[in-house]
């Protein structure tokens, strides 16, 4: 287990301390700054969004989660008949604005596979595959977004995600999301409201789920649970989110979660374990039942041409979880996280019609204070190193990765089954754990044999489809290894 001499321990706890209480200020202060900024309106055309900016007419209004407004326009007729069939201007210019508001919670999932049964009724029940849950995202869940999939991510085969939704009027849903794979399942279930006293929108979840991760897996030594059970990690709790939109580019979301983790040799045994075959810790706590109670910050800036398949502009994605000491693990720690995506247009070269595009990408994170294994930084896999297997590459206490890929068409108008477009990539990625991996609690990279620093490379092809991006990409690394990934929605 990782030692921590007294006075540094004290001052690992007061920065942890210290990082809960910026975070609660900055969540207070952001819902100040709302009511303020929200109050000073005057017309409907200083709205968060502007009307002309964006088309919302594929956003299903079910989907809408209403931002209340505070100004004169609250007076207006409610939206709930089609735009064309408002006469009055000044009612239909509002109803507009209020559209674009609505829309901004559901417009960030448009890079992940989704394929909708919806329907006009705000009261509707609906279904559909693929997740409802944009970005970004405070709550912690299975199928919610992390700022990089170097964050405890489920390790998985070929994951399939569907979710059930109820409305109730505009502003308000229940929506539970189910994940099933080989190697993992987890639900989510949550409800959100906008509600009219102030800007924004309320999410309250519970979760649960089990799963493979690659902390515990892959390297050079096999290390497995006593008996020879692979180790399945538990995560079971739920959360309370604020979310607030600043403008169509920039959001925030601030949550408190609380969860009980476990490390158990089945998917849906009862039994617990602390330590691994060779005694390694794989918890924080002797009985191998971890509490964490977490303040977290999700940040999401986006100046994209095209939300789904951009080909211009950059994205930023950052986060903030500062866990509070409770319970018999006493977990204290601070976690920084940020991840950065640029797309170029380059005209290198291609085979049709359509975009040709850079994509230069860096994602890192460091972490201050205890570093349980399940909450470490793990890399390799098709959304972090590709060339390496799912945690291959290595786990530890900060890290970096980046990397450079070419996009260029191939086809255009396709169909097998479904409307596609073709496009070819070539990609580089570079990973490295800084050698922190002797700071993580149990040494799961160390005493795995994992290299820790290394680089993947190939090429692939995707299809763009109306439902997202499918991915086939094969990739070596610098070990001389050879990978093939198979997956759906983008990496960036």
């Known amino acids: 287990m990782l030692t921590i001499s007294p006075p540094l321990s004290r001052w690992l706890k007061l920065c942890t301390l210290g990082s809960a209480s910026f975070l609660a200020n900055l969540l207070w202060t952001t819902v100040v700054w709302g009511q303020s900024a929200t109050s000073s309106a005057s017309t409907t055309e200083t709205s968060l969004i502007s009307p002309e900016r964006e088309d ?113 009027g505009p502003g308000q849903r229940l929506l539970l999301e189910i994940l099933g794979d080989p190697q993992a399942f ?38 497995k649970l ?29 949550a408190i979660n609380y969860n009980l983790v476990s490390v158990r040799p089945g998917a849906f045994t009862t039994r617990l374990t602390s330590r691994d075959a060779e005694g390694n810790r794989v918890t924080v706590s002797d009985d191998g039942l971890d509490t964490l109670l977490t303040l977290n910050l999700a940040g999401w800036y986006a100046s994209l041409d095209d939300l789904g398949f951009p080909s211009k502009g950059s994205k930023l994605v950052f986060g903030i979880d500062a866990s509070i000491p409770i319970g018999d693990a006493d977990i204290s720690y601070g976690r920084y996280s940020g991840n950065l995506s640029q797309f170029i247009p380059l005209n290198i070269f291609g085979f049709t019609k359509g975009p040709r595009v850079l994509v230069l990408n860096v994602q890192g994170g460091s972490i201050t204070g205890d570093v349980p294994p399940y909450e470490a930084y793990t890399m390799g896999g098709t959304n972090t190193v590709r060339g390496y297997r799912g945690g291959d590459l290595g786990t530890g206490k900060s890290f970096l990765i980046t990397s450079v890929e070419y996009r260029f068409p191939i086809a255009n108008n396709l169909k097998v089954l479904v409307d596609f477009d073709l496009q070819g990539t070539l990609f580089f990625d570079y990973g490295t754990d800084f050698d922190t991996a002797d700071q993580v609690i149990g040494k799961p990279a160390a005493v795995r044999d994992k290299p820790g620093d290394g680089y993947g490379y190939g090429l692939g092809v995707h299809a763009k489809t109306d439902f997202g991006l499918i991915r086939l990409e094969f990739a070596s690394n610098d070990r001389g290894n050879f990978e093939v990934n198979f997956t759906v929605g983008d990496r960036y």
């Open 226 to 254: 006593p008996r020879g059970a692979d180790p399945w990690v538990q995560r079971e709790g739920g959360g309370v989110e604020y979310y607030f939109p600043f403008s169509s580019q920039f959001r925030l979301a601030g």
């Open 56 to 168: 919302i007419s594929s956003v299903p209004r079910l989907h809408q989660l209403q931002l209340p407004s505070t100004n004169a326009t609250d007076l207006l007729p409610t939206c709930d008949n089609d735009l064309s069939e408002i006469s009055n201007p000044s009612i239909k210019s509002h109803c507009q604005a209020q559209t674009k508001l609505l829309a901004q919670i559901v417009e960030t999932t448009e890079d992940r596979l989704k394929i909708n049964f919806t329907s006009e009724d705000p009261r509707a029940f609906t279904f559909g595959l693929g997740s409802e849950i944009g970005e970004p995202t405070a709550l912690k869940g299975p199928t919610r977004l992390e700022v990089t999939e170097a964050i405890g991510q489920p390790l998985t085969d070929f994951p399939v995600a569907g979710f059930l939704q109820q409305g109730f």
């Open 186 to 223: 987890a639900v989510d279930l949550s409800y959100s409201i906008a509600p009219k006293t102030i800007p924004g929108a309320f999410s309250i979840n519970v979760q649960s789920s089990r799963s493979f991760v690659g902390v515990f897996r892959e390297g050079d030594n096999d290390i």
